[in-house]
């Protein structure tokens, strides 16, 4: 049964069995708990969840990785799922815009994807559940304010 709950869980419902790219998969597969949230919940209630699910993704990562040689593994997607709510947390007011919902899914990955700053240490220099962890969280805070500032600038656009 613990077996089942780690790998049911950092798989984010198996979505992380993706032959390919199941990061996107992943980070795709917090849309709709993004969406429940901000249809029945609050920004406090997001971030309370996302730090919900990153403890029990620092314990399911860790128990795969102590089960596998592979300190980063494919599979595991609860990562992207942190990462891709933090980055719509400060534009919680806006999620009723579809673009809005693009720019954040894009901006997230490219953060994830490219690995800059924090994110690439975290990747690079933390090989275990923390980094593994760590990495899109950070990724999902670069694009939060990176979606922040965009979304400001397009409001003031749109009053003028």
């Known amino acids: ?21 199941s ?9 709709p708990l993004v969406w429940l949230l901000t249809r029945y919940g609050s920004p406090e209630a997001m971030l309370g969840w ?9 314990w399911a990562t860790n128990y795969i990785i102590r089960r596998s040689s592979d300190k980063d593994p494919s599979q595991v997607v609860i990562d992207e799922v942190v990462g891709q ?19 954040g899914f894009v901006l997230f990955r490219f953060f994830d994807i490219c690995k ?4 690439k240490f975290f990747d690079r ?28 600038y397009l409001d003031r656009k749109s009053v003028v």
Do not use: E, Q
């Open 85 to 103: 709510m933090l980055a719509f947390i400060p534009v919680w007011h806006s999620l009723g815009d579809w673009r809005v919902w693009v720019c």
């Open 50 to 58: 996302a730090a919900v699910l990153f403890f029990l993704g620092v």
């Open 23 to 31: 990061g996107t998969f992943g980070s795709l597969g917090a849309l």
């Open 1 to 21: 049964m613990v077996k089942f709950l780690a790998y049911f869980s950092a798989t984010w419902f198996g979505l992380g069995f993706a032959p390919k790219a």
């Open 116 to 119: 800059m700053g924090p994110v």
């Open 125 to 152: 220099r933390v090989h275990n559940a923390w980094g593994v962890m760590l990495d899109d969280v950070f990724a999902g805070i670069i694009a939060a304010i990176v979606l922040y500032l965009l979304n400001d």
